[in-house]
Each structure stands twice: as C-alpha cells, then as structure tokens.
C-alpha cells in the first residue's frame, strides 16, 4: 500500500509478437501462445497493481502494428552541402538603425498613449458649470455699478 499523493506511471513493453507471427503465422500454435502469454502477463500485473493500490488502477493496453516496411532515419551531413547555388529563402537584413528607429516609434507611441487618454479623462470629468471660463464669462448677470 503506497500513501503518496502523486499518481504512477508504469509502462511495459512487449516487443517479439510481430517476429513470431512473420515466422510463424498469425493461426500458428507459437503465435496463439505468445498471445496467451501476453494476455497472462497483462491479467497478472493489473492483479498485483490492484493489491497494491486498494483498487485505483487504470489499465490501458495499446497494440501497435508496426506494418510490413522498416522505417529508417535519414541522414544528412552539413559538411555535404555545396553551398555556390543554395537558395534558401532568407528575409533580408534590417539596418543598422533599425533598434534606434523602433525604440524611438515605440516610446513615441506609449508617451502619446498616455497624453490621450489622460485629455480624454479631463474632458469626459469636465464639469461646466464650475470649470470652464467659457460659462463664466459669458453669464446673463448684469453688473452693478
């Protein structure tokens, strides 16, 4: 019984069938063996797996079918390369100034950022009755001498 909190991973993997079937034959007594064999490894691991988790256990069997072909990884040597016609689609190269040039756009760009939105905040909270000199001056109110 484990008390740790972190669920575990455990992978087998059982490689051999697929020879003794190539040998054999998929209706072979060998290859019905191995399958047996097989089958009897899997029954026996989740039993065990079962004891020792009290139960929690998730048992997932996965068959690849590696196919009739070898796969095989290609190589290839940088040293081989001839390198007098290679067209290999590169961008082109900035300027020199091009870090100068994009430093200076981009602070350009946050300083008038900030200056807009802050006239835009001053003039969504402007208040005209009290803040403008515009309704000030221009009242009804006759002046007394």
């Not at 190269?93 to 900030?114: C, G, K, S, T």
């Not at 905040?121 to 109110?141: A, E, F, K, L, V």
């Amino acid at each position: 019984m484990l008390k740790s909190k972190s669920p575990d991973l455990f992978s087998f993997t059982i490689t051999g069938l697929n020879d003794i079937v190539k040998k054999h034959g998929g209706k072979s007594p060998q290859a019905d063996d191995a399958q047996r064999l097989i089958s009897d490894f899997i029954t026996k691991m989740t039993d065990d797996f079962r004891k020792l988790y009290k139960d929690n256990v998730v048992v997932e069997v996965l068959t690849v079918n590696p196919g009739l072909g070898i796969y095989v990884r290609k190589t290839r040597s940088l040293m081989a390369v001839d390198d007098s016609n290679v067209n290999i689609n590169l961008s082109k190269d900035y300027d020199e100034n091009y870090p100068a040039i994009f430093n200076i756009i981009l602070w350009l760009m946050i300083v008038m950022f900030v200056v807009i939105f802050g006239v835009s905040y001053g003039m969504w909270n402007i208040d005209p009755g009290r803040d403008s000199i515009i309704y000030r001056m221009t009242t009804t109110r006759l002046k007394k001498d």
